[in-house]
T-cell receptor
Framework: SAVISQKPSRDICQRGTSLTIQCQVD?????MFWYRQQPGQSLTLIAT?????????ESGFVIDKFPISRPNLTFSTLTVSNMSPEDSSIYLC????????????FGPGTRLTVL | AQKVTQAQTEISVVEKEDVTLDCVYE???????LFWYKQPPSGELVFLIR??????QNEISGRYSWNFQKSTSSFNFTITASQVVDSAVYFC??????????????FGGGTRLMVKP
């Protein structure tokens, strides 16, 4: 298993600003992912963070709005840009190996409220 | 496309009751993996179990048990003698291997379990 930490754990931000969320894994992993969980909803995959290259975004999510970095095998950041109240969600980072069916372990999440 | 359905959005039980959370999935893959996660009020997602499509043996872990039935595309989760600490949202998820894009987890809508003392 992997132990994953996220910073910040929560934040309240003003409309139009940006927030960068950090995700740190305690061991080297191949795959890192970012999910969004809107209030009372299930989890939706935003993108796969690729080490040393551009992230792979899912339908409905774009790099300009959610730029992602992954400079090494244990660290990734997600930025929520030009925020609006609709971006209020829990953002979760997960990590796992690339093999089919490998378990993804999740960080504690970042609760974002946009006023 | 893959799909996971958790028909029960909310369940309320009294402590010590048994409760079963239903999960039905759809996939065209012959090899796939199913997961259950628990999300307590604090928000983190806790991994509970992983099963592959070739292993239909039921599993028991303490008060938790899982019933995987390929014939009905179901992977149900039972908590025996429920406790207040079991109160959480439980998610069933299905894994799709997208080769170089890595695994994609498709989550069900979640079932909120409330265990009252």
């Amino acid at each position: 298993s992997a132990v994953i930490s996220q910073k910040p754990s929560r934040d309240i931000c003003q409309r139009g600003t940006s927030l960068t969320i950090q995700c740190q894994v305690d061991s080297q992993v191949t795959m890192m992912f970012w999910y969004r969980q809107q209030p009372g909803q299930s989890l939706t995959l935003i993108a796969t963070a690729n080490q040393g290259s551009e992230a792979t975004y899912e339908s409905g999510f774009v790099i300009d709005k959610f730029p992602i970095s992954r400079p090494n095998l244990t660290f990734s950041t997600l930025t929520v840009s030009n925020m609006s109240p609709e971006d209020s969600s829990i953002y979760l980072c997960s990590a796992g190996r690339q093999g089919a069916g490998d378990t993804q372990y999740f960080g504690p999440g970042t609760r974002l409220t946009v006023l | 496309a893959q799909k996971v359905t958790q028909a029960q959005t909310e369940i309320s039980v009294v402590e010590k009751e048994d409760v079963t959370l239903d999960c039905v999935y759809e996939t065209r893959d012959t090899t796939y993996y199913l997961f259950w996660y628990k999300q307590p009020p604090s928000g983190e997602l806790v991994f509970l179990i992983r099963r592959n499509s070739f292993d239909e043996q039921n599993e028991i872990s303490g008060r938790y048990s899982w019933n995987f039935q390929k014939s009905t595309s179901s992977f149900n989760f039972t908590i025996t003698a429920s406790q207040v600490v079991d109160s959480a949202v439980y998610f069933c998820a299905l894994s799709e291997d997208r080769r170089n894009a890595g695994n994609m987890l498709t989550f069900g809508g979640g079932t909120r379990l409330m265990v009252k003392p």
